[in-house]
């Protein structure tokens, strides 16, 4: 069965540092990973997306994901965080072997707090 | 251009009462999806569209909910004699093709509250 985890239910980081959220998953083939941010009172928004291909993947408002297949993890990091980052973050997964499994199965998220 | 529209954004309901979720995804798009979010949960699979066909309606939690695309456009989700539990954010998305690997896009939701 597909699962994804997110082991943090908070990360705080101050302005300026680095920032990581982490996310790790479970599936019987392989893995087609996601990552969302969500604000409050919104809709989700794309971040990036790992298919195949370059393990470091590279997305929207200067975020990047790193697929580890031996740990079985899509870890999104940032360079240096913004205020305007705060919000809540999700990572999700789908299984390419599962041809007819349409579902994508998400983590609980993280809420990611950016402290000035 | 236009993203997936949802309406209304809000809808209260009494305990037994039906209601009808409407979702407007991308122009052009085959694949529509249908989630359950639950306060401070990620979003739950309900059921996927590919244009008009009901390929996976596995995530429906009861005989209550149906979810219908008739012309391949716009869907509706409805949820008959709503229960307290039902009560979450509705969250529509589409993506382009069939494909699994293509993007997602989300409206902003339906949040649903059952008095």
């Known amino acids: 069965a597909q699962s994804v985890a997110q082991p943090e239910d908070q990360v705080n980081v101050a302005e300026g540092n680095p920032l990581t959220v982490k996310c790790t998953y479970s599936v019987s083939g392989n893995p087609y990973l996601f990552w969302y941010v969500q604000y409050p009172n919104r809709g989700l928004q794309f971040l990036l997306k790992?298919?195949?291909?370059d393990n470091l993947v590279k997305g929207s408002y200067g975020f990047e994901a790193e697929f580890n297949k031996s740990q079985t993890s899509f870890h999104l990091k940032k360079p240096s965080a913004l205020v305007s980052d705060s919000a809540l973050y999700f990572c999700a997964v789908r299984d390419n072997q599962a041809d007819s499994n349409y579902q994508l199965i998400w983590g609980a998220g993280t809420k990611l707090i950016i402290k000035p | 251009g236009a993203g997936v529209s949802q309406s209304p954004r809000y809808k209260v309901a009494k305990r037994g009462q039906d209601v009808a979720l409407r979702c407007d995804p991308i122009?052009?798009?085959?694949?529509l999806f249908w989630y359950q979010q639950a306060l401070g949960q990620g979003p739950e699979f309900l059921t996927y569209f590919q244009n008009e066909a009901q390929l996976d309606k596995s995530g429906l939690p009861s005989d209550r909910f149906f979810a219908e695309r008739p012309e391949g456009s716009v869907s509706t989700l409805k949820i008959q004699r709503t229960q307290q539990e039902d009560s979450a954010v509705y969250l529509c998305?589409?993506?382009?093709?069939?494909?699994?690997?293509?993007?997602?896009?989300f409206g902003p939701g339906t949040r649903l509250t059952v008095l």
């Open positions: 998305a589409s993506s382009l093709t069939r494909y699994l690997t293509d993007t997602q896009y």
């Open positions: 122009s052009g798009h085959v694949s």
């Open positions: 790992y298919i195949t291909g």
